[in-house]
């Protein structure tokens, strides 16, 4: 007790000066402010001077001590979460874990209790619960075939974490090699009172691999009666040398409907009437998490009355209800733009969240794509069981493969929204593409009928550069691009299959001068594999001789003449050729800036290279042109009143470049 003053009642302040002792006990609930009260009231009594800090004067007191001293003092009582109050106590209580509670139970009535365990599994699925109750099954001295009693002293310490001879231990925040060093050197020291000391060790996997190799040894011959039991939810961040010294145990994700009865139990004993559709979004929102349930129903009672609807789940995790996600949906697949965009605005004033209502439609979509793909058994994660036949319906209109782009799209969508700040605009979009999605035709369909009525869409070559915006194309270009264009319209013909190497009929060509052209095209259709690829970079093919072939590539394919330079392809060319002309041929590749010289080579040689001579003749032709054959040159030197100095080929290399 701690003595405080002399206290009077106020109608015997003027009779007496003397009163009893007051005291206050040490345990009491008197706030600073009481306190002050009671002492100046005591000083009144004495006739003594108030001490400095009380704050109050005279008349204060005497008007309001008698009523601050008679409030009722009493403490708020602490208020425990429904996660700690409603924690698993046996292993019958485990919801969803059975596998590991029957095997730990098993060890325990047959004396086959191992000396390490590992417990995985994602967050709140009873990895440390499990560990409590293995911990009092085994040190409790009324356990009865694995069940502890939960009344005796050594079951409350470890309900409460603090039994002496069952530590529990951070693994985030005890992590280096000092602290289980400690470890080590306690773990020899005999348990005080229970039968096995127990070493529970959380989030093991923030262990530093140097702790983990200086707890090898320890846990690989432990002193008798030690257990440890390691809990993580990454497994894999575990050394294998660890993980080969524990039996481990994986624990599953909760199932919905075992979350929806446990947190009925839990209603019904709080004194709550909770709707099952509430539950069960509830419930879904856990995502088989029941930990995460009960802490998300604890804050669902705070925030509503006695009776808890849908609506008000709704309301508090700022989601769509189920319906308005079946709206949008069958917006999207009728593509009723204008209805989803007013269906979205509906929401944001109903208060619900972008980037929740973009979780709830990935999730719908990915029920959508169970459903088509008539999975009936798989559970649904973001629409009730109800809903399947709806869904069914709505799957046939689009089909697996529009579902499966329209998960890309809002996957995609997902990604992007961490880089804008209003996200809106965003989630708009994407569901106005999806909208979109069922005026796009399937490139398989495309492809049959293509096939059906014998068309084909026209082929596009990238062998070739096209000349440069600022230049107009001279009469010596528009000459050389009209073989060019004549080639690529021949390889855009496909020529009907017989069975040969690449599928394609080749016919006898000769092998003379005028049909290189066809030579060319029949030898890229052909191959159909890389080969093929790198032969559309060839821009020109001469006949060389009596049994020589020249493939000359564009500048720009410098490593498709080195892929066809490779022994064994240009045998494959060589074969080519010969089933297409019925004559044994040389081939050389070359690369269209030396044809010039070679041609000219070979014409001083006089050996008949048709497409070489040609090529020769218009570099010839350009070399002495003076420019006036230009249009636009000569309209510039009439406009300026110039005249052509000098002439000189782009197309060559400068002697800067030299």
């Not at 846990?219 to 050394?239: A, D, M, Q, R, Y």
């Not at 980037?355 to 008539?374: A, K, N, T, Y």
């Not at 790198?534 to 060389?544: N, P, R």
Request: with cysteine; proline share 5%; net charge negative.
């Amino acid at each position: 007790m701690i003595l405080i003053g002399q206290l009077v009642d106020p109608p015997r302040l003027l009779d007496s000066k003397t009163a009893p002792p007051f005291a206050v006990p040490e345990d009491s609930c008197y706030d600073e402010s009481k306190l002050h009260v009671a002492r100046a009231y005591s000083c009144l009594a004495t006739e003594m001077p108030c001490p400095r800090g009380t704050g109050l004067v005279v008349h204060t007191v005497l008007n309001n001590a008698r009523s601050i001293m008679e409030s009722d003092s009493t403490p708020p009582v602490s208020y425990t979460a429904l996660a700690r109050r409603f924690r698993p106590q046996t292993f019958a209580e485990v919801v969803g874990q059975q596998h590991v509670a029957q095997s730990l139970n098993n060890a325990i009535s047959n004396a086959r209790v191992a000396h390490a365990y590992l417990f995985t599994g994602s967050r709140g699925v009873g990895k440390t619960s499990m560990a409590r109750i293995l911990a009092k099954s085994l040190n409790c001295e009324h356990a009865q075939d694995g069940t502890p009693c939960n009344a005796c002293e050594i079951c409350d310490g470890i309900n409460a974490g603090s039994d002496i001879d069952v530590m529990e231990i951070d693994g985030a925040s005890n992590n280096g090699v000092d602290d289980i060093r400690l470890l080590r050197a306690n773990v020899s020291v005999r348990s005080m009172r229970t039968r096995y000391k127990m070493y529970i060790i959380d989030e093991v996997h923030m262990l530093t691999k140097a702790a983990f190799n200086a707890l090898l040894k320890t846990l690989e011959e432990p002193p008798p009666k030690v257990i440890f039991v390691f809990c993580t939810t990454e497994p894999n961040k575990v050394l294998d040398t660890i993980l080969s010294r524990c039996q481990r145990f994986d624990f599953a994700a909760i199932q919905t409907a075992d979350i929806v009865s446990r947190l009925a139990q839990i209603a019904e004993a709080e004194g709550f009437e909770v709707e099952p559709a509430a539950l069960e979004l509830v419930a879904r929102r856990a995502a088989g998490s029941m930990r995460d349930s009960q802490s998300l129903f604890d804050q669902l009672l705070a925030f509503g009355e006695l009776r808890i609807t849908a609506d008000e789940v709704h309301r508090l995790l700022g989601t769509a209800s189920d319906e308005r996600l079946l709206e949008l949906l069958e917006g999207v697949i009728t593509g009723r733009a204008d209805a989803v965009l007013q269906s979205v605005d509906r929401a944001l004033v109903d208060g619900v969240r972008m980037g929740e209502l973009l979780d709830q439609l990935i999730s719908c979509l990915r029920d959508l794509m169970v459903v088509c793909s008539g999975a009936s058994g798989v559970e649904l994660l973001a629409l009730p069981d109800t809903a399947r036949g709806r869904l069914l319906e709505l799957s046939q209109s689009w089909g697996l493969r529009t579902v499966l782009a329209g998960l890309d799209i809002l996957a995609e969508t997902k990604a992007r929204f961490r880089q804008f700040r209003s996200v809106r605009p965003v989630l708009e979009l994407a569901l106005v593409r999806l909208c979109q999605l069922r005026d796009l035709e399937p490139i398989g369909d495309v492809i049959q009928r293509l096939q059906a009525t014998g068309e084909t869409p026209a082929a596009t070559s990238s062998s070739h550069c096209p000349p440069k915006p600022s230049q107009a194309p001279s009469p010596v270009s528009a000459r050389a691009a009209a073989p060019d264009q004549k080639k690529r319209q021949n390889r855009g013909k496909m020529p009907e299959n017989d069975g040969s190497e690449a599928g394609v009929a080749a016919s006898v060509v000769p092998l003379r001068a005028g049909c290189e052209q066809d030579i060319l095209s029949q030898l890229v259709d052909m191959n159909s594999d890389m080969l093929k690829q790198h032969l559309q970079g060839v821009c020109q093919l001469a006949i060389s001789g009596p049994n020589c072939l020249v493939l000359v590539f564009s500048a720009d394919y410098t490593f498709s003449k080195q892929y066809c330079e490779r022994p064994d392809v240009l045998k494959r060319l060589q074969r080519n050729v010969m089933e297409l002309t019925g004559a044994e041929v040389r081939i050389e590749l070359r690369l269209q800036a030396t044809v010039g010289e070679d041609s000219g080579e070979e014409s001083a040689a006089g050996q008949s290279a048709a497409g070489a001579a040609a090529q020769a003749s218009d570099g010839a032709a350009a070399q002495a042109s003076d420019g006036d054959q230009d249009p636009f040159v000569r309209q510039a030197a009439e406009l300026f009143g110039a005249k052509i100095a000098k002439v000189e080929d782009l197309s060559q290399p400068s002697r800067f470049e030299e």
